[in-house]
């Protein structure tokens, strides 16, 4: 079984698998609802880049021992002991090994000697249409990048993976920083088709909030309001701790990955301020959704006000009629009474009345639905 991680305060609410749509697979079940680890990497050899996939430990150390720059990459949590054994073996400070295991932790970016990390989050969109995310740990070393991924998928960075195999040119070492600068930017660019996807919701809840509002429609409103808040806890301390990584001005980085990390400070800026317009839009569709439900509160009481118009002196006609005074015993009679066609001329006077006022109220413009969309 996983164990148990306190969550700090900080801390970007993920969701193990287990919390995910669908009905979990065999293999990650008996894990503990946490994918099973695998293990690959990526060899920058001079003649070019070679990929191997399911290595063993042995494996691994054989790759290590040729000294050639390596891209090690650790899909799924599921085996501690693996984990444990590999990081021990590609001599990752003990500092920084809690962080890349556990879950969730909160994004940051941290440095130890020569030795760089960056914890970030990847968000999707679930089944159930919530931002699902899920923890990516990079860590950059003088001869080794390592990437340990919460989730498994069938091809980890596959854009960034495949611009690296194709390389023209022979790989060298300097290509890591690159790699580790590369491997945050594909991170960051999966949140702008999740935020399109936000955003395209949201338009569709404005348009329905006007159109008929429901309670759900203020809820799925509200939901997203949720993930958004969720998209900036992820991607806002990025901004802050990059800075300080880039002033600090560490060994591992030329001048090329400075620049890179300065536009992934900039990409963080242009994330964060996008979802604060979609913020700003959910309280649009808020609004939009209390005013057009006041708008049909407003209808619904102007049309009891003219049905009760209309009948007010109906009601009156009627009451004065309704009292029924014996004429034997009362000075004054109602000579209505002993008419033979007074109750068919009563009923046509207040037809009358009744039809006058509705043309009137026509006239007047009572009858206009404001709530309706033109």
Known sequence: MARQVRRSSNAVKTRRLSERPGDLPGPLFVHGGLAPTGLSALCLEAEGVSTHLALTLEQLQDLLQRGEPLWVRIKGLGS???????????RVPDALQPVLVETPQRTLVDAVGDVLQVVIHRLSMGASGRVISEQVGVVLMPNLVLTVEEVPRRMAFPEF????????????????????FFLLD????????LLEDLAEELDQLEEASLRRPTPRLLRQA????SDLRRVRTVVWPLRSQLIVLV?????????????????????????????????????????SYMASISNRMNQVMKVLTVISSIFVPLTFIAGVYGMNFDPEVSPWNMPELEWPYGYVLCMVVMGLISLTQVIWFRRQGWFQDWTGMR
């Open 80 to 90: 501690p002991d693996l984990l444990a054994d590999v990081i021990s073996m590609l």
């Open 161 to 180: 993976t495949e611009w690296l195999v194709k390389l023209p040119d022979s790989p060298d070492r300097s290509l890591l920083d690159d790699i580790f």
């Open 186 to 193: 594909e991170v960051l660019d999966e949140v702008l088709p």
């Open 222 to 225: 509200y939901d997203i309001r």
């Open 247 to 287: 002033r600090q001005g560490k060994r591992l980085l030329d001048r090329e990955a400075v620049r890179g990390f300065r536009e992934v400070s900039t990409h963080v800026d242009g994330v964060f301020e996008t979802a604060e317009v979609l913020r700003h839009q959910c309280d649009g569709v808020t609004a």
